[in-house]
């Protein structure tokens, strides 16, 4: 990414920024890594306002709360973990001792 165009993105009107990319068939060596985007949202995080999401293989709910917690990213998609797992949202919030909403 450019390092002028999430800042038009903002500029533009975006109220959140999903710092994805389409692997389009390829396999990068960092893909089985939890959280691959995130340091590239974490960067984005650092010169935007609005919210930054990151994305990347994040399958742990511990893991997701941390760089939540810690700035890292605003929020997190969890979007192959979801379709594999449907009820992965009770059971994260219940490992991390949250009462699930309805």
């Known amino acids: 990414m450019k390092g002028w165009l ?29 959280g691959y985007f995130v340091p590239l949202a974490q960067s984005i995080k650092a010169k935007v306002a609005v919210p930054v999401i990151g994305v990347g293989n994040i399958t742990e709910p511990e893991y997701a709360d941390a760089i939540v917690r810690e700035g890292r990213v605003d929020m997190v998609a969890i979007g192959r973990r979801l379709l594999s797992n449907p009820d992965f949202p009770k059971l994260a919030a219940k490992k991390l001792g949250m009462a699930a909403r309805r």
């Open 6 to 34: 999430h800042l038009g993105l903002e500029q533009a009107g975006a109220d959140v920024i999903d710092v994805s990319g389409g692997l389009c068939g390829s396999r990068p060596a960092r893909l089985s890594e939890q």
